[in-house]
T-cell receptor, first 114, second 110 residues
Framework: DAGVIQSPRHEVTEMGQEVTLRCKPISGHNSLFWYRQTMMRGLELLIYFNNNVPIDDSGMPEDRFSAKMPNASFSTLKIQPSEPRDSAVYFC????????????FGDGTRLSIL | DAKTTQPTSMDCAEGRAANLPCNHSTISGNEYVYWYRQIHSQGPQYIIHGLKNNETNEMASLIITEDRKSSTLILPHATLRDTAVYYCIVKMAAGNKLTFGGGTRVLVKP
């Protein structure tokens, strides 16, 4: 079975550039989550969607970050303009919305902003 | 969601059982205990969860104390591939959000 698919796996870009991270959730899952992991702050939830609708974006660090889920099989996390402090591993996860279903994570996008 | 406390790191011998403790003294009645692990360079992986009864699956067993203030994840026969960071998380049943702490870094040694 295909798991959560993230692309690209690695991204290196210069500060000021726009960065777009992509996620394809597991087919049939109706909740999608974006996390960020750094050495200093650990694994943090940025935003999550239920049935393609953003429910909680309180973890999004600032207006430079935006996330969309145009349909049930695709989501993007965009950073514009990017800054060196945005360097991190970004994970996408999906789950069934129903009671107590575990989240399944992708292998992440390692982002480096120079 | 209730906060959890885990040891920073622990070693265990290959082939032996690994017992990973977690304290969650402020857990409330409708909060579940979840365990995830993260192997180097991979995304977190779900292991098991429970409310108050002990649970077992193909990966591990979860023992929750009667007062629910602590729990233990048991890997029955640790292998080198079980080397990972293990996260104990307390989450309300109805909510989606997982709040990850620092976890326990487990090193399985030959």
């Amino acid at each position: 079975d295909a798991g959560v698919i993230q692309s690209p796996r690695h991204e290196v870009t210069e500060m000021g550039q726009e960065v777009t991270l992509r996620c394809k959730p597991i087919s049939g899952h109706n909740s999608l989550f974006w996390y960020r992991q750094t050495m200093m702050r650990g694994l943090e939830l940025l935003i999550y969607f239920n049935n393609n609708v953003p429910i909680d974006d309180s973890g999004m660090p600032e207006d430079r970050f935006s996330a969309k889920m145009p349909n049930a099989s695709f989501s993007t996390l965009k950073i514009q303009p990017s800054e060196p402090r945005d360097s991190a591993v970004y994970f996408c996860a999906s789950s069934f919305l129903e009671y107590n279903q575990p989240q399944h994570f992708g292998d992440g996008t390692r982002l480096s902003i120079l | 969601d209730a906060k959890t406390t885990q040891p920073t790191s622990m070693d265990c011998a290959e082939g032996r059982a690994a017992n990973l403790p977690c304290n969650h003294s402020t857990i409330s009645g409708n909060e579940y205990v979840y365990w995830y692990r993260q192997i180097h360079s991979q995304g977190p992986q779900y292991i098991i969860h429970g409310l108050k009864n002990n649970e077992t699956n193909e990966m591990a067993s979860l023992i929750i104390t009667e007062d629910r203030k602590s729990s233990t994840l048991i890997l029955p026969h640790a292998t080198l591939r079980d080397t990972a960071v293990y996260y104990c998380i307390v989450k309300m049943a109805a909510g989606n959000k997982l709040t990850f702490g620092g976890g326990t870094r487990v090193l399985v040694k030959p």
